[in-house]
C-alpha cells in the first residue's frame, strides 16, 4: 500500500498555519518551552523570554505521558489554563499535548496546537477524532515506530479531512543507550525528498543529553527539517520534567542565529 495522501505525486506541498505562523514553508520554525507547565510564574518568566528571543511558538505539557506511574503527571487542566495565560501575556501561540480522547475538548479550549505523542502515535481512535478537527497537530513518531507506520497515522488524521498535519522526528528505541533515544534524521531527509508533509525535529527527546541538543538542532536543520521543538526553560536544573535534556534560553538564543546562517546556505 502507498502512502497516497502524503506521497509528493498526490499535490502541493502541505503548509501548515498556526496563527501566523507558517511550518513547511521557507523559514524555519522554532517551538520551545518547558517540558512540563510548571506554574504560572515560571510559565510566564519562560514565555516572556522566548517571546524576546524571537521564538516562534510556545510549547508546555499539561497533561504528561510518563513512563513510570510514579513521576509527575502534569498539572492538567490548571496547568492548561496557566499555558493559556502566559502564552497570552507573552503573545505567542500555543502548542500542548492530548493524551486521552476523554480531554481533548478541554485542550482545544486553551491550545492553538494540539501535540500527539510518541506514546500515542498508534492510538488509531485518537487520531481519527484529532482528524475531525481543524486544529493543527504535531504528530511525533512512535519510539518504535517505523517510517511508513508513521506515516500511515498521519494518513489517519487526513483521512478524516484534517490536512494540518506535521510530523515530529523524536528519536527511536534502538540498541544505543548512551542517548535517550537515537535520533533518526534519515527520515527527515527521505520525507523532504518524497512527502509533501511538513517535518519538525526534537533533539531534547531525540538525545536526553543537553550538552548534545544545540549540535544535533543543527544536523536536523542540514538535514532539511522544517523547523525544530526544543525543551528549555530559565532554570533548566530546576525543570520538574526532563531537567536532564533542557537548555537554557540564552543557549537558544545562540542556536537560533546558527540555524539562520544554516538556512541561508540553502542546503
Ligand atoms: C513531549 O514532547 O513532551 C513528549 C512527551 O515527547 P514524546 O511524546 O516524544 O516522548
Ligand atoms: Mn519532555
Known sequence: MKNLLVDKKSGENILVKIKDVIIGGPEKVIISGPCAVESLDVMTEIASALKEAGIDILRGGAFKPRTSPYDFQGLQEEGLK????????????????VVDIRDLEEVLKYADMLQVGSRNMYNYSLLKEVGKLKVPVILKRGMSATLKEWLYAAEYIMNEGNFQVVLCERGIRTFENYTRNTLDLNSVAVIKQKYRIPVIVDP?????????VPQMCLAAIAAGADGLIVESHV?????ISDAAQTIKIETLVELQKKVKLLQSLNL
Do not use: K, W, Y
Not at 496557566?82 to 499535548?97: N, Q, S, Y
Not at 532554570?235 to 525543570?239: E, F, L, V, W, Y
Open 82 to 97: 496557566i499555558l493559556r495565560e502566559a502564552a497570552d501575556i507573552a503573545g505567542l501561540p500555543v502548542v500542548t499535548e
Open 204 to 212: 531534547s527527546h531525540g538525545t536526553g543529553i543537553r550538552e548534545i
Open 235 to 239: 532554570r533548566p536544573d530546576n525543570a
